[in-house]
């Protein structure tokens, strides 16, 4: 089973941007679903992004459609979610995970998944 690590979370400042990586750590990416999922401070955890395994058709939240962007290099076997115009309320924890990418929801984690350590967003001035 693909084992994942996220990174490159950071302090950014409103309107700034950030581009956070998933990569295998064991495993390929190539043939998995792959979302990105946000856990905000007092707030539930949900799907924002998701890229499916062979074309890569996107699906997003309609709160960060037009801002993120998300994109698989399957040569580096990572998955890089590009986060333009930043804003408070995208400060979160962010996560990856295989799984299903769907409408509505965006993204669902597969069961068997246990969540990494994800990487921490602060948008603030």
């Known amino acids: 089973q693909v084992q994942l690590v996220e990174s490159g979370g950071g302090l950014v400042q409103p309107g700034g941007s950030l581009t956070p990586s998933c990569a295998a750590s064991s495993g390929t990416l190539t043939h998995y679903n792959i979302g990105w999922f946000r856990q905000g401070p007092g707030k539930e955890r949900e799907g924002i992004s998701c890229?499916?395994?062979?074309?890569?058709?996107?699906y997003y939240l309609d709160s960060v459609k037009g801002r993120f962007t998300i994109s698989r290099d399957n040569a580096k076997n990572t998955v890089y979610l590009q986060m333009n115009n930043l804003e408070p309320e995208d400060t979160a924890t962010y996560y990856c995970?295989?799984?299903?990418?769907?409408?509505?929801?965006?993204?669902?984690?597969?069961?068997?998944?246990?969540w990494g350590q994800g990487t921490q967003v602060t948008v603030s001035s």
């Open positions: 995970a295989p799984g299903s990418c769907v409408s509505g929801m965006v993204a669902a984690k597969a069961p068997y998944f246990a």
């Open positions: 890229i499916t395994g062979g074309p890569g058709w996107p």
